[in-house]
């Protein structure tokens, strides 16, 4: 069964400083890897995709993969209290997208001002 | 560009009786898949459609169908409901098919079982 795993937290990070989420995936022919914010409430909102080893920059955010390691990363630069949220990591394992997007529970995110 | 619209927004029904939700994708979107998010379980996936084809399908019991007509917009029903049905449904959208196609979400539909 294919699994995505994260630390639920809640991970606390001052105000300006880097947040670090990370996430795991056991499936080696996933292709894609997306995150996604959830706020309380509503429904999850795209942040980033990214499909290649390597950085993806968009902002203050940067994506990191290493298919090596199944191992994926989002970076907040500049943490603002409006980034305290669930961060989902989601991933596709690109057999024609045969069971859709296998998401782990989530990091809750805190931002303290 | 509008997003992804669901509805209703909220519904209550009680056990053994069915429902239906609705879901229009995004202006051009092709592919509409939906998920099952409980505090429980996550984000699960229950199927996917492209051009009026189920493509995919979750781990969910029959009870859980849908469809999807020929301007996209797509149902998706559950018969014979039960307590653990509720959840928060959603729906995403996404222009085409396959693993490099971003999939967007619709506020979701907060179904209650009685």
């Known amino acids: 069964q294919k699994e995505v795993e994260q630390n639920s937290g809640p991970l606390s990070v001052p105000e300006g400083a880097i947040a670090s989420l990370n996430c795991t995936y056991s499936?080696?022919?996933?292709?894609?890897f997306f995150w996604y914010r959830q706020y309380s409430g509503k429904s999850p909102e795209l942040i980033m995709s990214i499909y290649s080893n390597g950085d993806k920059e968009d902002g203050r955010f940067t994506a990191q993969l290493n298919k090596a390691s199944q191992y994926v990363s989002l970076l907040i630069r500049d943490s603002q209290p409006s980034d305290s949220a669930t961060y989902l990591c989601a991933v596709n394992d690109g057999g024609g997208g045969a069971d859709g997007l296998t998401f782990g529970k989530g990091t809750h995110l805190i931002i303290q001002p | 560009k509008a997003g992804v619209t669901q509805t209703p927004r909220y519904l209550i029904k009680t056990r053994g009786q069915q429902v239906t939700l609705s879901c229009s994708p995004i202006?051009?979107?092709?592919?509409v898949s939906w998920y099952q998010q409980t505090p429980g379980q996550g984000l699960q996936f229950l199927f996917e459609?492209?051009?009026?084809?189920?493509?995919n399908k979750g781990n969910f019991p029959g009870r859980f169908s849908g469809r999807q007509f020929s301007n996209s917009r797509s149902e998706m029903n559950v018969s014979t409901l039960e307590l653990g049905d509720s959840a928060l449904y959603l729906c995403?959208?996404?222009f085409g098919q396959g693993p490099y196609n971003e999939q967007f979400f619709g506020p979701g539909t907060r179904l209650t079982v009685l």
């Open positions: 202006s051009g979107h092709r592919s």
């Open positions: 995403a959208s996404s």
């Open positions: 499936d080696r022919v996933s292709q894609s």
């Open positions: 459609y492209f051009s009026e084809t189920q493509r």
